[in-house]
């Protein structure tokens, strides 16, 4: 069981970039999260997805676009970068119903030059 | 004012003290609550949940008092390995859950 997967682990982007951030989880869960962490601010959630199909905004949506591909994949957009997107991104998963647990993986570092 | 809030220390503690922190949050209505261990660049992990009668896990105790919005963990005979940041986490009434910056603790020799 590998958990909750991350990739990329790290990227430089420039400002104006494209990319996407890739997560999949082994869990069987229904429940996806991206979050931000930066520091001095904790964990923000930028978007989840409840379900396969379904996806919500969280407390810092703007700039981001989520796809929730099927039940294991969930990625999170980012198409036109900015230095104020220089974050450390968790992705996490849950059981439905069950928000308390939530799993994450390992992050990605990203810097927008 | 931030939904949860902790202090963000970092406590510097030698092996086999005891440490306590705290953390309040904002809305009543909060659901759950819950303490996450975060080491040096890694993931979030759960450590405990925090229930209304307090609770027990080894050397970790955690407490809550809804009444003044306030939750605690308190860490006994402190390890080196118990050195991480430690995130305070409430479940807020449309089940998202809000997290505190977190408090560091650093245990010495």
């Known amino acids: 069981n590998a958990g909750v997967t991350q990739t990329p682990k790290f990227q430089v982007l420039k400002t104006g970039q494209s990319m996407t951030l890739q997560c999949a989880q082994d869990?069987?869960?229904?429940?996806m999260y991206w979050y931000r962490q930066d520091p001095g601010m904790g964990l923000r959630l930028i978007y989840y997805s409840a379900s396969e199909g379904t996806t919500d905004k969280g407390e810092v949506p703007n700039g981001y676009n989520v796809s929730r591909l099927n039940k294991r994949e969930f990625s999170l957009r980012l198409e036109s970068a900015a230095p104020s997107q220089t974050s450390v991104y968790f992705c996490?998963?849950?059981?439905?119903?069950?928000?308390?647990?939530?799993?994450f993986g390992p992050g990605t570092r990203l810097t927008v030059l | 004012r931030k939904e949860v809030e902790q202090d963000p220390g970092p406590f510097n503690v030698p092996e086999g003290a005891t440490v306590a922190f705290n953390c309040t949050y904002s809305n009543s209505a909060s659901q759950s609550f819950f303490w996450y261990r975060q080491d040096c660049r890694k993931e979030p992990k759960l450590l405990m949940s925090?229930?209304?009668s307090g609770n027990e896990d080894g050397r970790f105790t955690a407490q809550l008092n809804r009444a003044s919005q306030y939750i605690s963990l308190l860490i006994r005979d402190s390890k080196l390995s118990d050195s991480a940041t430690y995130l305070c986490?409430?479940?807020?009434?449309?089940?998202?859950?809000?997290f505190g910056t977190g408090t560091r603790l650093q245990v010495f020799p």
């Open positions: 925090v229930y209304s």
């Open positions: 869990m069987n869960h229904n429940s």
């Open positions: 986490v409430v479940r807020s009434n449309t089940d998202k859950l809000i």
């Open positions: 996490a998963s849950s059981e439905v119903g069950r928000a308390n647990e939530q799993f």
